[in-house]
């Protein structure tokens, strides 16, 4: 079971940090990712992570804004995001993979959080 919080209402530039609790005894063995999806717009990868945690991936957008991060002691997957557009406005899931290594496509992933809200005002 995975468990998202952290979202909400932050001004274009600003910075949020979103969890993702996961638990079970498995979770150091699972890829692990974020996605999102804004009104009306599918859903869409945001970044991955392997299980150890030495490989990530960004989708184009993401990249040198958003850092996803794990802590397989604490069964915890984090994606901090600063410099905020409201672009970024959407509802974000974490998801776990049995892919290890990290993957960006949601079909891969087995397990998914119920989301959080991310609204970025201009």
């Known amino acids: 079971q995975l468990q998202a919080s952290g979202g909400g209402l932050v001004q274009a530039g600003g910075s949020l940090r979103l969890s993702c609790a996961a638990s079970?005894?498995?979770?150091?063995?699972?890829?692990m990712g974020w996605f999102r999806q804004a009104p009306g717009k599918e859903r869409e990868f945001v970044a991955a992570?392997?299980?150890?945690?030495?490989?990530?991936y960004y989708t184009t957008s993401a990249k040198g804004r958003f850092t996803i991060s794990r802590d397989n002691a604490e069964n915890m997957l984090y994606l901090q995001m600063n410099r905020l557009k409201p672009a970024d406005t959407a509802v974000y899931y974490c998801?776990?993979?049995?892919?290890?290594?990290?993957?960006?496509?949601?079909?891969?992933?087995?397990?998914w959080g119920q989301g959080t809200l991310v609204t970025v005002s201009s």
């Open positions: 992570i392997s299980w150890r945690g030495d490989n990530t």
């Open positions: 998801a776990a993979s049995r892919y290890g290594i990290g993957v960006s496509e949601s079909g891969l992933y087995d397990y």
């Open positions: 079970g005894r498995t979770f150091g063995s699972y890829g």
